[in-house]
């Protein structure tokens, strides 16, 4: 990846919708080039998909919750139960195995804190292999961005 595959990878993370026209505008390189290191990138893994940002609070999610889980034991079919299960919740925005006091990081969006309630006490407290969960209410979110910036 060089110089020019970053400053693609920067203005596709500001706006995947730019067209392969305007991108080489910018760079100053033809169409047929753009296309094809962006295509290059994509087979390559390092583009692995396209997506939008939706605003939560217009939706009604609004409410988000980061969720530390501690599963009663560390053994192999317990993490690969709680994985397979926590995935299919549609409030379960990302999930993350981590290192410390806690083993799983989970981002959580609902409505609010009723729909948090019955979250937790309808889904998450059934898995029973979970030992506690420790909520962290969001106040303000201060960033929210998944763009990679390159030096």
Same mark, same amino acid.
């Given at each position: 990846?060089?110089? @020019?595959?970053?400053?693609? +990878?920067?203005?596709l @993370?500001?706006d995947?919708k730019?067209t392969?026209? =305007?991108?080489?505008?910018h760079?100053?390189?033809?169409?047929?080039?753009?296309?094809?290191?962006?295509?290059?990138?994509?087979?390559?893994?390092?583009?692995e998909?396209?997506?939008?940002?939706?605003?939560?609070?217009?939706?009604?999610?609004?409410?988000?919750?980061?969720?530390?889980?501690?599963?009663? =034991?560390?053994?192999?079919?317990?993490? $690969?139960?709680?994985?397979?299960?926590?995935?299919?919740?549609k =409030? $379960?925005?990302?999930?993350?195995?981590?290192?410390?006091?806690?083993?799983?990081?989970l981002?959580?969006?609902?409505?609010?804190?009723?729909?948090?309630? @019955?979250?937790?006490?309808d889904k998450?407290?059934? +898995?029973?292999?979970?030992?506690?969960?420790?909520?962290?209410?969001?106040?303000?979110?201060?960033?929210?961005? @998944?763009?990679?910036?390159?030096?």
């Open positions: 990846m060089d110089q @020019q595959d970053k400053r693609i +990878l920067k203005f @993370q500001q995947s730019i392969i026209k =305007e991108l080489s505008m760079l100053g390189l033809s169409g047929t080039a753009v296309y094809e290191r962006i295509r290059k990138m994509e087979r390559k893994g390092i583009i998909a396209y997506s939008i940002r939706v605003n939560k609070e217009l939706t009604g999610l609004g409410f988000v919750v980061f969720c530390q889980i501690k599963l009663k =034991e560390h053994r192999h079919e317990y993490l $690969v139960k709680f994985e397979r299960e926590v995935i299919k919740f =409030e $379960v925005l990302e999930c993350y195995n981590v290192s410390g006091d806690y083993d799983y990081l981002k959580i969006a609902v409505k609010d804190m009723a729909a948090y309630h @019955q979250f937790l006490n998450l407290t059934y +898995l029973d292999h979970i030992g506690s969960a420790h909520s962290t209410f969001i106040i303000n979110e201060v960033k929210n961005t @998944q763009a990679v910036e390159f030096q």
